[in-house]
């Protein structure tokens, strides 16, 4: 088969034509999926950007609490924004732009120094907050990372607000799907050598497709046992048979990850 071009999911989400899952920018929608309550996720942030001063806060992607004053998200969700841009990330909320839920201004972010925008690559980033959130709140918790593999064919869930189809809607209300872990060399083998990085992980049901994640998810948490496994980041179209989404695998950036936060002065 020949090598499929990585598409960011983001890139998707805002308006590139044709087919475009299959590289890193930032796509984000769950198929298929079953509305739930914030509480089944309660690490799960929405990440809304104000562009300029005219603009509203919207949500764009999502995000992973880690710690009391640290996010986590994609690396396309960060990668070149402008300065005046203004982040806001949305903990406790069931709704992608509604009133609930419990704002916290982002203070700073970084992405990692690796990410290559063209092949997806150190696909993460961190953000840390104004403040510390509150942890006791309902529908607010940090999450751990899983710090071995899955074993193929291992059942995850993915969550989000992103596009209910490949070309939209977007889900205005939580929703989640679980999909099956797929080997790396099944994952190259579909997308091509050199593609799928070992800092990478595929999910997805590859025969029939059907349910995954799409443009609006986009950094959210792929999660198996109450562990963080994965960042939603790239793929082809959504939900395609023979195309799982591809996640960056977070625990390759524990050390950076714990390193950035604490250079911050940062909880």
């Known amino acids: ?3 499929a071009m990585c598409i960011p999911l983001l890139l998707f989400a805002i308006g590139f034509s044709s087919v475009i899952s299959i590289s890193g920018q930032p796509e984000g929608r769950i198929i298929n999926g079953t509305t739930v309550d914030i509480a089944r996720h309660p690490y799960l942030i929405s990440l809304r950007y104000r562009r300029d001063n005219e603009s509203s806060y919207m949500h764009e992607c999502a995000g992973v609490i880690i710690s009391e004053q640290a996010l986590i998200t994609s690396a396309q969700c960060l990668y070149g924004l402008p300065e005046e841009t ?3 990330a949305v903990a406790g909320a069931n709704t992608r732009n509604g ?12 992405h990692h120094p690796n990410y290559d925008p063209v092949t997806v690559d150190n696909d993460i980033g961190v953000l840390l907050l104004d403040t510390t959130l509150d942890l006791t709140l309902l529908g607010i918790r940090s999450i751990g990372i899983r710090p071995e593999r899955p074993a193929v064919g291992r059942l995850a869930t993915v969550a989000g607000w992103g596009y209910r189809e490949e070309w939209g809607p977007s889900s205005y209300k939580l929703e989640q799907t679980e999909v099956p872990v797929v080997s790396s060399e099944q994952c190259t083998q579909i997308y091509g050598a050199g593609e799928v990085t070992e800092r990478m992980i ?4 590859v025969v029939q497709g059907g349910s995954d994640a799409c443009q609006g998810d986009t950094g959210g948490p792929l999660v198996i046992d109450g562990q963080l496994v994965g960042l939603v980041s790239w793929g082809r179209g959504c939900a395609r048979p023979n195309y799982p989404t591809v996640y960056c695998y977070v625990a390759s950036f524990v050390d950076w990850i714990e390193e950035t936060i604490a250079a911050a002065g940062a909880q």
Do not use: Q, R
């Open 1 to 3: 088969m020949e090598g």
């Open 99 to 110: 009133t609930d839920g419990f704002i916290y201004p982002v203070a700073n972010w970084t």
């Open 86 to 88: 203004k982040l806001v």
């Open 202 to 205: 595929c999910a997805g049901f």
